[in-house]
C-alpha cells in the first residue's frame, strides 16, 4: 500500500487478530483467547509501521515465569539474570552460578536465528543458483559465530531440551521451568529431538539471561492487531472483516483473483494468503493448477500440536 499499490485484506471473523484476538471471554470481562503472548516483533517492523504511535505498548512482564512447588514454596525467573542466581541459591549453589553463562548462550545462539529470521525468507523448492545464493547468505551467519559458536550450534540444535538442561543444571523444578519453552505448541515431550531448538527460537529478541520471557501488550494482544490495521489503513489498504473467502482463482496464466462466499469475485495480481499452506493449496485452490511436487510437500507437513489454556 505504501508504494502504491490496492490492496484488500479480507478476514473471516468480524474480529481481527486471529491467534492474537483479544475478545470478551465472559460477559463485561475481555481476555486473549489463544495466544497469551506477542513474541518477538523486529525493531524494524515497529519502526516502518510507527506501532509504538498507535497506542500499542510493548511489555516483558517481571518476573517471568513462576513455578509452584510442594510445601507452599516457589521458584520465580526474573529478568534480571542476577536477581534469577540470587533467587537459584535457595535451591543450588552449581545452579546459580551456571545461569548467567547459560543465559548468555541462549541469546547468543537466539541471535544467530534472529539474524536468519529478519532476512529473506527461503524459497521451500528452491533449487540451482536460488539455493545456492541462500546457502551462501546462511554460511557467512553461521562463520560470523566463530569455531566454537558454530560447534555449539550445530551441537545443541538437534538437541532434546532435557539434554541440554541436565547437562547444564541439577534442580529438577528449574529445570521444569526452563523445558516448557522447548514443548510450547508441540505434541511431543522435553526427551524429544530439537526441542533444544524451541526453545531457542522463543527466546530471540529476548535480552540475554531473560529466560522464559516473552512480550506481552498492554490491553491485550488484540492491540496489535488494531495497531497493525491502523497503519495499514493510513497507508491505503482497505480491510473487511466478517468476509470469507471461498475460492482463490487461478487460471492457466497465474492467479486471478479471489471469490467469496457471497458470490463477488475481486480480480488480484496476487493472492497472499495467512491460512496454512495446507488449506490454501488444498481447499482454496483447484488441485489442477498445484504443481505435483508442490502437492506432494505440503502433504507431508506434520500439522501435530498441543494447547491449553486456563
Same mark, same amino acid.
Given at each position: 500500500?505504501?508504494? !502504491? *499499490?490496492?490492496?484488500?485484506?479480507?478476514?473471516?471473523?468480524?474480529?481481527?487478530?486471529?491467534?492474537?484476538?483479544?475478545?470478551?471471554?465472559?460477559?463485561? +470481562?475481555?481476555?486473549?483467547?489463544?495466544?497469551?503472548?506477542? !513474541?518477538?516483533?523486529?525493531?524494524?517492523?515497529? *519502526?516502518?509501521?510507527?506501532?509504538?504511535? *498507535?497506542?500499542? $505498548?510493548?511489555?516483558?512482564?517481571?518476573?517471568?515465569?513462576?513455578? &509452584?512447588? @510442594?510445601?507452599? #514454596?516457589?521458584?520465580?525467573?526474573? #529478568?534480571?539474570?542476577?536477581?534469577?542466581?540470587? =533467587?537459584?541459591?535457595?535451591?543450588?549453589?552449581?545452579?546459580?552460578?551456571?545461569?548467567?553463562?547459560?543465559?548468555?548462550?541462549?541469546?547468543?545462539?537466539?541471535?544467530?536465528?534472529?539474524?536468519?529470521?529478519?532476512?529473506?525468507?527461503? =524459497? @521451500?523448492?528452491?533449487?540451482?543458483?536460488?539455493?545456492?545464493?541462500?546457502?551462501?547468505?546462511?554460511?557467512?551467519?553461521?562463520?560470523?559465530?566463530?569455531?566454537?559458536?558454530?560447534?555449539?550450534?550445530?551441537?545443541? &540444535?538437534?538437541?532434546?531440551?532435557?539434554?541440554?538442561?541436565?547437562?547444564?543444571?541439577?534442580?529438577?523444578?528449574?529445570?521444569?521451568?526452563?523445558?516448557?519453552?522447548?514443548? #510450547?505448541?508441540?505434541?511431543?515431550?522435553?526427551?524429544?529431538?530439537?526441542?533444544?531448538?524451541?526453545?531457542?527460537?522463543?527466546?530471540?529478541?529476548? @535480552?540475554?539471561?531473560? +529466560?522464559?520471557?516473552?512480550?506481552?501488550? *498492554?490491553?491485550?494482544?488484540?492491540?496489535?492487531?488494531?495497531?497493525?490495521?491502523?497503519?495499514?489503513? $493510513? &497507508?491505503?489498504?482497505?480491510?473487511? @472483516?466478517?468476509?470469507?473467502?471461498?475460492?482463490?482463482?487461478?487460471?492457466?496464466? !497465474?492467479?486471478?483473483? +479471489?471469490?467469496?462466499?457471497?458470490?463477488?469475485?475481486?480480480?488480484?495480481?496476487?493472492?497472499?494468503?495467512?491460512?496454512?499452506?495446507?488449506?490454501?493449496?488444498?481447499?482454496?485452490?483447484?488441485?489442477?493448477?498445484?504443481?505435483?511436487?508442490?502437492?506432494?510437500?505440503?502433504?507431508?507437513?506434520?500439522?501435530?500440536?498441543?494447547?491449553?489454556?486456563?
Amino acid at each position: 500500500a505504501k508504494s !502504491g *499499490r490496492r490492496v484488500l485484506v479480507v478476514e473471516q471473523r468480524p474480529l481481527l487478530g486471529g491467534l492474537h484476538a483479544t475478545d470478551e471471554i465472559a460477559p463485561g +470481562i475481555r481476555g486473549d483467547v489463544v495466544l497469551h503472548d506477542i !513474541g518477538w516483533v523486529p525493531s524494524s517492523v515497529t *519502526r516502518t509501521l510507527k506501532l509504538d504511535e *498507535r497506542a500499542l $505498548s510493548l511489555v516483558r512482564p517481571d518476573p517471568s515465569a513462576v513455578s &509452584l512447588l @510442594p510445601g507452599g #514454596t516457589s521458584l520465580t525467573l526474573w #529478568t534480571d539474570p542476577a536477581r534469577t542466581s540470587s =533467587e537459584l541459591q535457595r535451591f543450588s549453589d552449581r545452579d546459580a552460578r551456571a545461569w548467567r553463562e547459560f543465559g548468555e548462550r541462549v541469546a547468543r545462539l537466539a541471535g544467530f536465528l534472529q539474524a536468519i529470521y529478519e532476512g529473506p525468507a527461503p =524459497e @521451500p523448492l528452491a533449487s540451482g543458483a536460488t539455493e545456492l545464493l541462500s546457502m551462501l547468505g546462511l554460511g557467512r551467519k553461521v562463520r560470523s559465530l566463530g569455531g566454537d559458536g558454530i560447534v555449539d550450534l550445530l551441537r545443541t &540444535l538437534p538437541m532434546s531440551v532435557s539434554d541440554l538442561l541436565d547437562e547444564t543444571f541439577e534442580n529438577a523444578a528449574l529445570k521444569g521451568l526452563v523445558a516448557t519453552s522447548g514443548v #510450547t505448541h508441540l505434541a511431543q515431550g522435553p526427551k524429544s529431538g530439537a526441542t533444544a531448538f524451541l526453545l531457542l527460537h522463543h527466546h530471540v529478541g529476548a @535480552p540475554a539471561g531473560a +529466560i522464559r520471557s516473552r512480550l506481552v501488550a *498492554r490491553g491485550g494482544l488484540g492491540r496489535l492487531a488494531d495497531a497493525l490495521a491502523d497503519s495499514a489503513r $493510513s &497507508l491505503g489498504a482497505e480491510i473487511r @472483516p466478517g468476509t470469507r473467502v471461498s475460492k482463490i482463482s487461478v487460471t492457466e496464466e !497465474g492467479v486471478s483473483g +479471489i471469490v467469496l462466499d457471497s458470490g463477488d469475485e475481486i480480480a488480484a495480481k496476487a493472492v497472499v494468503s495467512t491460512l496454512d499452506a495446507r488449506s490454501t493449496l488444498y481447499d482454496l485452490v483447484d488441485p489442477i493448477y498445484i504443481d505435483p511436487e508442490l502437492s506432494q510437500a505440503i502433504g507431508a507437513v506434520k500439522y501435530r500440536g498441543a494447547s491449553a489454556k486456563v
